[in-house]
C-alpha cells in the first residue's frame, strides 16, 4: 500500500489543521493507521493510532484533548484533525500502515508502510 499525508502548513499558536493519508494499492480497511511526527534535532514520536474498524483510537499524552484520529475505509483515508495547536506541535507528520495484528500501536516499529511526510509549522 502507498500513503500519501497531505494537508500540513503554517498556523498560529491556537489554530487548527487537518490532515489526511490517502492510501492507494489496497484497501486501509486492512490496516491498523497510525500517525507519528518528527520535530528537528528530535526523535521521531508516536502522535495517534485508530485500529482497523475505527472503534479504538489511541493519543500521546501530549495531544489527547486536542487531536482526533479517524477513518474512512469508503475513501481509503484516515484523518488527524489537531486544535489549539502549539508551537511544539510543529515537526513533520508522517502517517503508517501495520499489516499485522499489532497489540500495541504506539510503537514505530509494528508499523509496515509509511507515507512521505507533511510538514506541520505552528507559529506563536
Known amino acids: 500500500v502507498q500513503l500519501q499525508a497531505s494537508g500540513g502548513g503554517l498556523v498560529q499558536a491556537g489554530g487548527s489543521l487537518r490532515l489526511s493519508c490517502a492510501a492507494s494499492?489496497?484497501?486501509?480497511?486492512?490496516?491498523?493507521m497510525g500517525w507519528f511526527r518528527q520535530a528537528p534535532g528530535k526523535e521521531r514520536e508516536f502522535v495517534a493510532a485508530?485500529?482497523?474498524?475505527?472503534?479504538?483510537?489511541y493519543y500521546a499524552e501530549s495531544v489527547k484533548g486536542r487531536f482526533t484520529v479517524s477513518r474512512d475505509n469508503a475513501k481509503n483515508t484516515v484523518y488527524v484533525q489537531m486544535n489549539s495547536l502549539v508551537p511544539e506541535d510543529t515537526a513533520v507528520y508522517y502517517c503508517?500502515?501495520?499489516?499485522?495484528?499489532?497489540?500495541?500501536?504506539?510503537?514505530?516499529?509494528?508499523?509496515?508502510?509509511w507515507g512521505q511526510g507533511t510538514q506541520v509549522t505552528v507559529s506563536s
Open positions: 503508517a500502515a501495520d499489516s499485522g495484528l499489532a497489540i500495541n500501536l504506539r510503537y514505530s516499529t509494528v508499523y509496515d508502510y
Open positions: 494499492g489496497r484497501t486501509i480497511s486492512s490496516y491498523s
Open positions: 485508530i485500529s482497523r474498524s475505527g472503534g479504538s483510537t
